[in-house]
């Protein structure tokens, strides 16, 4: 992918993973990085991702409107950045708490393109009356202005050479000021700059650049609206701010991703690093804002598929692992981004990807025979661990699960030697929404295949996966002993529809035992009374938030609302208590602790954790295979803009126009009222077409619905009711009932 194609409204952003603080305007490598030198320790820093004095605040995706607090030696910073055009970059700091005189704590601008024809950079012309620093990029003029001209301006080889500067000769160092070099630095230190503005603009001509930089300073600042206020407040806004700050730029594919951390990117991965379900994952969280990131994650697994056919576990910038995938949930999360972004091209693109992984896994990883999957690691590639019983682990994404314990590695079929219910679960309902996408793209041929041996694998995971002794779901091995061990992969089979009523109630009643799932903080990644559980590391006893997503949809496909929201509740209350205290995503939190760095083992802004505050929006609206558009009249909400298949949609409701404190929730897209009404509970299964309106009501009192246009007749349950004009009457009603509304022109 060329870094010209990036759509305009997102050229400039923070696309360096190591250096969230600095901007790059795409398409020219023009960089723009904020660094910092504190004469008291003689440090200089870039403010790199991870380090103990950065904490990333709220943003908007496409970077017009970003917001970070940095700390470096004691000194506090405040900074922000937004787009007044989308080719101008305004910048703000602001000083908090000072450790030293602000005259010995200096910030600076390095400023710098690699362009692609010149691998030393363009240069940069510094004009010291106007305090202007400007450049000819590929016929592109560019021009740095501040409120005032920088104290100092310096020319460096790089930035190692400025460090050195600063860190050999100090702050009074004159020896590199200049006004013409390849890679400009403009200085401010504290005392006469706590607080400052700087904007950078591209344009076709100087003035023109000039005008829109002034322009940009004079212009009053813009804040990150809050998206998600009254229930669940935050919630929308964190999963936006995580999937916007681990959106960066993969230099050696050339093509934006959403990382699993900025943390893992360079030193772990080597530049790039996709780890198959959690970019899924990125993916669908994605979608509710942005429908373009969204396939560039989805684009990003597609690239890495082998000949077998299987997704790579794990591709970075220093290994491939061939050998093992993960668990196949990706046609879920398509068939909900497909519905979510109304885009029957998504699923066109993803259909022979999806189908050809998930036949991979019939012809690979039944191991016995019987018709049941196994996790495993096949004889090709040379990613590490390939061949051992880790790597087997590995594609379970839960590495040191103890339900992996009694299982070895069977070195004929390079499986292990037990069929976990979790995997064979996620199969089943990935082969369901196959053949749902099929029938959507008129092959039908493929749809019935898909549906037919989906059926077969339901049937054996609810009459060989279930332990009628301790009436629970379970691993189990190739003897036929259950592996005694329980992971929430035994709530899966109410994910897929193959468990039966009476095995679904037994399992939820798990969830309230203290000594299972039960408990102060859900979901526990093992019961707690597994000898494992006390051991709190990673999946041996830790809250992990892929397993409370995946159980928390199942809860709701079984028609468990009630568990289903108190496990929403749960762990957003959980995440809240990292990301409100210290702005911490997690990777997963402590069963008991309920904090996330009471152990090594906790990456603290990864992606996955944003499923945590993603499945609180879900209580107020989701889209399923099961619900369709869902959207939930209850407490006072304020929530949007998110994407639906309306399109960029708001759900509030409130006090409405009744004068009797009577609540209304509005369903608006594009900031125009599309639906209102005074009915409680979970509306499903919402269609608003232009003359054809349809949606699934939740049982309830008498009622009205009122919907944009011209209603000509409506009916529900198929029974013809009245529509006056504009609002319809609904009578009262025992169970959910289908409303259809026809409109003028119908």
């Given at each position: 992918?060329?870094?010209?194609?990036?759509p305009l409204?997102?050229?400039?952003?923070?696309?360096?993973?190591?250096?969230?603080?600095?901007?790059r305007y795409?398409?020219?490598?023009?960089?723009?990085?904020?660094?910092?030198?504190?004469?008291?320790?003689?440090?200089?820093?870039?403010?790199?991702?991870?380090?103990?004095?950065?904490?990333?605040?709220?943003?908007?995706?496409?970077?017009?409107?970003i917001?970070?607090?940095?700390?470096?030696?004691?000194?506090?910073?405040?900074?922000?950045?937004?787009?007044?055009?989308?080719?101008?970059?305004?910048g703000?700091?602001?000083?908090?708490?000072m450790?030293e005189?602000?005259?010995?704590?200096?910030?600076?601008?390095?400023?710098?393109s690699a362009?692609?024809?010149?691998?030393?950079?363009?240069e940069?012309?510094?004009?010291?009356?106007?305090g202007?620093?400007?450049?000819?990029?590929?016929?592109?003029?560019?021009?740095?202005?501040?409120?005032?001209?920088p104290?100092l301006?310096?020319?460096?080889d790089?930035?190692?050479?400025?460090?050195?500067?600063?860190?050999?000769?100090?702050?009074f160092?004159?020896?590199?000021?200049?006004?013409?070099?390849?890679?400009?630095?403009?200085?401010?230190?504290?005392?006469?700059?706590?607080?400052?503005?700087?904007a950078?603009?591209?344009?076709?001509?100087?003035e023109?650049?000039?005008?829109?930089?002034?322009?940009?300073?004079?212009?009053?600042?813009?804040?990150?609206?809050?998206?998600?206020?009254?229930?669940?407040?935050?919630?929308?806004?964190?999963?936006?701010?995580?999937?916007?700050?681990?959106?960066?730029?993969?230099?050696?594919?050339?093509?934006?991703?959403?990382s699993?951390?900025?943390?893992?990117?360079?030193?772990?991965?080597?530049?790039?690093?996709?780890?198959?379900?959690?970019?899924?994952?990125?993916?669908?969280?994605?979608?509710?804002?942005?429908?373009?990131?969204a396939?560039?994650?989805?684009?990003?697994?597609?690239?890495?598929?082998t000949?077998?056919?299987?997704?790579?576990?794990?591709?970075?910038?220093?290994d491939?692992?061939?050998?093992?995938?993960?668990?196949?949930?990706?046609?879920?999360?398509c068939?909900?981004?497909?519905?979510?972004?109304?885009?029957?091209?998504?699923?066109?693109?993803?259909?022979?990807?999806?189908?050809?992984?998930?036949?991979?896994?019939?012809a690979?990883?039944?191991?016995?025979?019987?018709?049941?999957?196994?996790y495993?690691?096949?004889?090709v590639g040379?990613?590490?661990?390939?061949?051992?019983?880790?790597?087997?682990?590995?594609?379970s994404?839960?590495?040191?699960?103890p339900t992996?314990?009694?299982?070895?590695?069977?070195?004929?079929?390079?499986?292990l030697?037990?069929?976990?219910?979790?995997?064979?679960?996620?199969?089943a309902?990935?082969?369901?929404?196959?053949?749902l996408?099929?029938?959507?793209?008129?092959?039908?041929?493929?749809?019935?295949?898909?549906a037919?041996?989906?059926?077969?694998?339901?049937?054996?995971?609810?009459d060989?996966?279930w332990?009628?002794?301790?009436?629970?779901?379970?691993?189990?091995?190739?003897?036929?002993?259950?592996?005694r061990?329980?992971?929430?992969?035994?709530f899966?089979?109410?994910?897929?529809g193959?468990?039966?009523?009476?095995?679904?109630?037994?399992?939820?009643?798990?969830l309230?035992?203290?000594?299972?799932?039960?408990g102060?903080?859900l979901?526990?990644?093992?019961?707690r009374?597994?000898?494992?559980?006390?051991?709190?590391?990673?999946?041996?006893?830790?809250?992990?938030?892929p397993?409370?997503?995946?159980?928390?949809?199942g809860?709701?496909?079984?028609?468990?609302?009630?568990?289903?929201?108190?496990?929403?509740?749960?762990?957003?209350?959980?995440?809240r208590?990292?990301w409100?205290?210290?702005?911490?995503?997690p990777?997963?939190?402590?069963?008991?602790s309920?904090?996330?760095?009471?152990q090594?083992?906790?990456?603290?802004?990864?992606?996955?954790g944003?499923l945590?505050?993603?499945?609180?929006?879900?209580?107020?609206?989701?889209?399923?295979?099961?619900?369709?558009?869902?959207?939930?009249?209850?407490?006072?909400?304020?929530?949007?803009?998110?994407?639906?298949?309306?399109?960029?949609?708001?759900?509030?409701?409130?006090?409405?126009?009744?004068?009797?404190?009577?609540?209304?929730?509005?369903?608006?897209v594009?900031?125009?009222?599309?639906?209102?009404?005074?009915?409680?509970?979970?509306?499903?299964?919402?269609?608003?077409?232009?003359?054809?309106?349809?949606?699934?009501?939740?049982?309830?009192?008498?009622?009205?619905?009122?919907?944009?246009?011209?209603?000509?007749h409506?009916?529900?349950?198929?029974?013809?009711?009245?529509?006056a004009?504009?609002?319809?009457?609904?009578?009262?009603?025992?169970?959910?009932?289908?409303?259809?509304?026809y409109?003028?022109?119908?």
């Open positions: 992918m060329s870094e010209s194609i990036i409204g997102r050229r400039w952003n923070s696309w360096d993973a190591e250096h969230p603080a600095a901007m795409l398409p020219l490598g023009l960089d723009i990085d904020l660094c910092a030198y504190a004469a008291s320790r003689n440090s200089f820093t870039r403010f790199p991702a991870g380090a103990e004095g950065v904490r990333l605040g709220p943003r908007q995706i496409d970077g017009n409107g917001a970070l607090d940095l700390a470096h030696a004691g000194t506090e910073l405040s900074l922000a950045y937004d787009k007044p055009d989308p080719f101008t970059l305004r703000r700091w602001q000083a908090g708490r450790a005189w602000g005259l010995r704590f200096w910030v600076m601008l390095a400023i710098r362009d692609g024809r010149n691998p030393h950079g363009v940069w012309s510094f004009d010291p009356e106007s202007e620093l400007s450049a000819e990029i590929r016929g592109h003029h560019v021009m740095v202005k501040g409120e005032r001209p104290l301006t310096t020319f460096h790089d930035l190692d050479a400025l460090r050195g500067e600063y860190e050999t000769k100090g702050y160092c004159l020896d590199s000021r200049g006004t013409r070099g390849r890679f400009a630095v403009l200085r401010y230190h504290l005392e006469e700059m706590p607080r400052f503005a700087f950078v603009s591209v344009g076709e001509a100087q023109q650049v000039r005008g829109r930089a002034s322009a940009a300073l004079a212009a009053p600042a813009k804040a990150v609206p809050e998206i998600q206020g009254g229930a669940h407040a935050g919630a929308l806004d964190a999963v936006r701010d995580v999937i916007g700050w681990n959106t960066v730029w993969d230099p050696i594919n050339r093509r934006p991703y959403t699993l951390s900025r943390n893992w990117v360079s030193q772990k991965f080597g530049g790039f690093g996709v780890w198959l379900d959690d970019i899924f994952y990125h993916a669908m969280m994605a979608g509710l804002f942005d429908a373009e990131v396939r560039e994650n989805l684009r990003a697994i597609y690239s890495a598929q000949a077998a056919g299987n997704f790579p576990c794990l591709v970075t910038g220093r491939s692992w061939i050998d093992r995938t993960q668990p196949p949930v990706g046609s879920f999360i068939w909900i981004l497909a519905k979510r972004l109304a885009s029957r091209d998504l699923l066109r693109e993803a259909w022979p990807a999806l189908l050809a992984n998930h036949e991979w896994w019939w690979t990883r039944d191991g016995n025979g019987d018709g049941l999957v196994e495993g690691t096949s004889p040379g990613g590490l661990y390939r061949g051992t019983k880790l790597a087997a682990k590995d594609e994404t839960m590495d040191n699960s992996h314990d009694e299982a070895r590695l069977d070195t004929t079929s390079w499986t030697d037990s069929a976990d219910v979790g995997l064979n679960s996620i199969l309902l990935d082969g369901e929404m196959l053949a996408i099929a029938t959507e793209l008129g092959e039908t041929a493929a749809a019935k295949r898909l037919e041996r989906t059926e077969g694998l339901k049937a054996r995971i609810a060989r996966l332990d009628p002794e301790r009436q629970v779901f379970a691993n189990r091995l190739w003897s036929g002993a259950f592996v061990s329980l992971a929430p992969t035994s899966y089979p109410l994910l897929c193959a468990a039966r009523p009476e095995q679904a109630r037994a399992m939820v009643a798990l309230a035992d203290p000594a299972k799932f039960g102060a903080w979901l526990p990644s093992v019961t009374d597994d000898p494992a559980f006390p051991d709190n590391v990673y999946w041996r006893g830790r809250i992990w938030p397993l409370n997503f995946l159980v928390y949809q809860l709701k496909r079984a028609g468990f609302a009630a568990e289903a929201s108190l496990l929403a509740e749960n762990g957003y209350k959980l995440f208590g990292e409100e205290s210290n702005r911490h995503c990777e997963n939190f402590g069963a008991v309920g904090r996330a760095l009471d090594p083992d906790t990456d603290p802004f990864y992606g996955w944003a945590m505050p993603a499945i609180a929006v879900a209580e107020t609206t989701d889209i399923t295979p099961w619900g369709g558009f869902e959207a939930t009249h209850g407490e006072s909400i304020c929530l949007g803009p998110l994407l639906t298949p309306l399109g960029s949609t708001t759900i509030d409701s409130g006090s409405g126009d009744s004068g009797a404190g009577e609540s209304v929730m509005s369903i608006a594009g900031g125009q009222p599309r639906l209102r009404s005074n009915i409680r509970g979970r509306f499903r299964h919402i269609e608003l077409e232009a003359r054809h309106a349809r949606l699934e009501l939740p049982g309830g009192p008498v009622g009205w619905i009122e919907v944009s246009g011209r209603i000509m409506a009916r529900l349950d198929g029974k013809a009711i009245p529509a004009e504009g609002r319809i009457a609904i009578p009262a009603r025992t169970q959910p009932a289908v409303l259809d509304i409109r003028e022109g119908a």
